[in-house]
């Protein structure tokens, strides 16, 4: 299951977006307060709890600065994926940025599971432009 968020403007010049992005200790300012628990993170690993769902442990895998981050699945997780986070700089004082998730899904969990995920990208996503003003 792939499932990509919209695109954001973040206007802070890509060098901060990217180091931002890259301490996941950071995450925690993107995420719906109402719907996470159990947060627990370090520069380069995060654990949290989405309500009515599961317990999700993320770490940076590996990057290209400025351009590219990818997380991966870490601990106990419902099924194994990947999020990768794409940025390129529009100006000097502005950033584009989307989230790439690959997560493996079975059929019937992407049915229960497609749009909130969506939903929650896309929160994380715009949450970035807000938090980075």
Do not use: R
Request: aromatic share 8%; hydrophobic share 40%; glycine share 4%.
């Amino acid at each position: 299951m792939i499932i990509e968020s919209e695109k954001v403007t973040v206007e802070k010049p890509i060098v901060e977006v990217f180091n931002f992005l890259s301490d996941l200790n950071n995450l925690e300012t993107l995420m719906p307060k109402d719907k996470i628990t159990d947060w627990k993170s370090d520069e380069n690993t995060c654990s949290f709890t989405i309500q009515g769902m599961a317990q999700i442990g993320m770490k940076i895998d590996n990057s290209n600065p400025n351009t590219l981050i990818n997380i991966v699945s870490n601990g106990k997780n419902p099924f194994e994926f990947k999020l990768d986070v794409h940025l390129k700089p529009i100006s000097e004082s502005s950033t584009e940025g989307y989230l790439k998730f690959d997560g493996d899904v079975n059929p019937f969990m992407k049915m229960m599971i497609e749009k909130p995920l969506s939903n929650f990208f896309n929160h994380l996503a715009k949450q970035l432009t807000i938090v980075l003003k």
